[in-house]
């Protein structure tokens, strides 16, 4: 594949992850000033012991709904709503440094300057968001339920270490985090790429000197 429609494609990423953010902002605030409630999900686990029938908790300013792996919640409160886009800005903050560095790599890689200073800067910016998505992900998997449950007040969910909850009647359920595992990979990648090009840095430092 061209090395100029990579470059492309990426940029195109970019700026469509820019405008993904933007929009979903606008939803947000555009909910918290209707006053219409807001949907989020996250995966369970749920052991073979605990109920696989549809459990369900009517409250005020939420509904959240629990069925087979999967809970649901409604809710129309502004701090949770607040809470939720500075999430959404921050993963869209990530992602959007992660496209732009890549894109600026491959730029470098394009006009033949691969070992440049330049290229250096964006590999480790790759690197560094590589393992720093991740950890996100995992972070908000278990920072939101509890900031959920503990903000609703809800007797019935009960927040417990080492991501899960417990339901009303002592059963135990799992959250499952969304990770983007590849990411991981590509940041062992990243790294190794980093070696690669610092040493190329070095002989065409080496180079220039000579020359």
Not at 7 to 34: D, E, N, P, Q, R
Not at 70 to 96: H, N
Not at 114 to 142: G, K
């Amino acid at each position: 594949m061209n090395i100029k429609l990579i470059h492309y494609i990426f940029k195109v990423c970019y700026w469509v992850t820019w405008a993904s953010l933007i929009i979903i902002c606008l939803w947000l605030i555009g909910m918290m000033i209707v006053g219409e409630p807001v949907v989020t999900r996250w995966d369970i686990v749920m052991p073979e012991t605990v109920s696989a029938k549809s459990q369900l908790l009517q409250m005020p300013d939420s509904v959240i709904k629990l069925y087979q792996g999967e809970v649901t919640t409604y809710f129309s409160s502004y701090v949770l709503m607040f809470v939720r886009l500075v999430t959404t800005i921050v993963t869209g903050t990530l992602w959007i440094l992660f496209f732009k560095h890549l894109q600026l790599l491959i730029e470098q890689i394009s006009i033949q300057n691969p070992f440049s200073n330049n290229a250096i800067n964006d590999i480790n910016w790759l690197r560094s968001l590589s393992l720093i998505i991740p950890l996100w992900q995992l972070f908000q998997a278990y920072v939101w339920p509890l900031i959920l449950i503990n903000h609703l007040s809800i007797d019935r969910f009960s927040p417990l270490p080492i991501f899960s909850i417990k339901n009303q009647i002592g059963e135990t359920l799992f959250i499952q985090p969304a990770i983007d595992y590849g990411l991981l990979l590509a940041g062992i990648f990243f790294y190794l790429l980093l070696y690669v090009f610092n040493y190329g840095n070095e002989l065409q430092a080496d180079s220039d000197e000579v020359i």
